[in-house]
């Protein structure tokens, strides 16, 4: 597309004289992206699946230390929860807490640990601002600007470019072992983690073309179960790991 070729090439960093995305603009970019994928799919109004992700995210963020948003603590109101209609396994964050989830995914997850620990990887990927970190390096500054003046077409674009492409091999890594750390804190086995890693790398391959979308962002997942498990030995005193009760 042209114009958003064009406007990549601005050096909008000299223009504006800033080295970081505002905060605000990366809020803002969220929202329309949210807005272009509410146009184009279909919400989940399983009463169901809505509970037990919104739950899944409350529990992390509560037993963080609720909604004081010190050190270490998650606030509830910075993760703004999403469940589609679709059947790929995936979920994926955008700029603004934006969390959205598959209905594919919750029927792949075979626990309540499983999909915890999905959640907690992109939770991870939300508080670290790695979708605006890859976003400034896939897009740069002027397309976000730009979207921010609320032109759709190239919302549409970026949002397509974002779902083609993969995260840096090192912020996937962060995502998992934070993911991981952040579940071992809350009292919630990472263990389901590394399981739906092991799950998503044994697919046959007639399942696993289905799900290229999940498995292109998520590379080597034989591997990272692995490095997840070998973290998790160095994550402090050992834990008596709750059964998580949500209904799954």
């Not at 230390?65 to 469940?83: A, I």
């Not at 044994?202 to 998520?218: C, G, I, Q, Y």
């Not at 034989?222 to 998580?244: S, V």
Request: hydrophobic share 40%; aromatic share 6%; net charge negative.
């Amino acid at each position: 597309m042209a114009i958003y070729a064009g406007l990549k090439e601005i050096p909008w960093k000299k223009i504006f004289h800033i080295d970081d995305v505002n905060i605000e603009i990366g809020k803002e970019f969220g929202d329309q992206m949210w807005d272009a994928i509410q146009q184009q799919e279909t919400l989940d109004t399983n009463e169901r699946n809505i509970h037990l992700v919104d739950t899944l995210v409350d529990i992390i963020c509560l037993q963080t230390g609720g909604n004081k948003g010190k050190g270490n603590q998650l606030k509830r109101e910075d993760f703004k929860v999403h469940v589609i209609v679709k059947d790929q396994v995936n979920a994926f964050a955008m700029p603004g807490g934006h969390l959205v989830v598959h209905t594919g995914l919750i029927e792949a997850c075979e626990s309540p640990e499983q999909l915890a620990g999905v959640l907690a990887h992109e939770m991870i990927h939300i508080t670290e601002e790695h979708v605006t970190k890859k976003l400034i390096k896939e897009v740069g500054l002027g397309v976000l600007a730009s979207i921010v003046g609320g032109n759709g077409e190239i919302v549409r674009e970026v949002l397509r470019h974002l779902s083609s492409t993969a995260y840096d091999r090192s912020l996937e890594k962060e995502a998992d072992l934070k993911g991981a750390e952040l579940l071992h804190n809350v009292s919630i086995n990472p263990e389901g983690m590394a399981e739906f890693m092991d799950y998503m790398a044994n697919l046959p391959e007639s399942k696993a073309m289905e799900n290229l979308d999940w498995l292109s962002t998520h590379p080597d997942s034989k591997d990272r179960a692995k490095d997840i498990r070998e973290a998790a030995k160095n994550f402090g005193p050992n834990k008596k790991y709750a059964k998580l009760n949500v209904g799954f």
